[in-house]
């Protein structure tokens, strides 16, 4: 069995396929900036990628917005709640 790229393992993902290895590995919160102080004191190069370390797979984050200001339905002043 041939492993997949994140790429295609996430696409597969979204569209409701099981991809031929496994799921996606992500962690929203991996570590917490007080931990890898932690690990840094006990010897942890500060240059190191963590995410291939732990067998994470990449990631990249952007926010989409999908309304104009003023247009979201929730912002309209009609539909608020009372």
């Known amino acids: 069995m041939n492993a997949e ?3 295609s393992r996430f696409v597969k993902t979204m569209h409701g396929e099981l991809p031929a290895d496994r799921l996606p590995l992500l962690e929203w919160a991996p570590w917490w900036d007080a ?3 932690i690990w840094r004191q006990e ?3 500060t240059d190191r990628d963590l995410r291939p370390y732990f067998g ?8 989409v917005t999908l309304f104009k200001e003023g247009k979201c339905p929730m912002e309209r002043k009609e539909l608020a709640h009372r």
């Open 35 to 37: 931990t890898l102080q």
């Open 56 to 63: 994470l797979d990449t990631e990249t984050a952007f926010g």
């Open 43 to 45: 010897g942890l190069d």
């Open 5 to 7: 790229t994140v790429r």
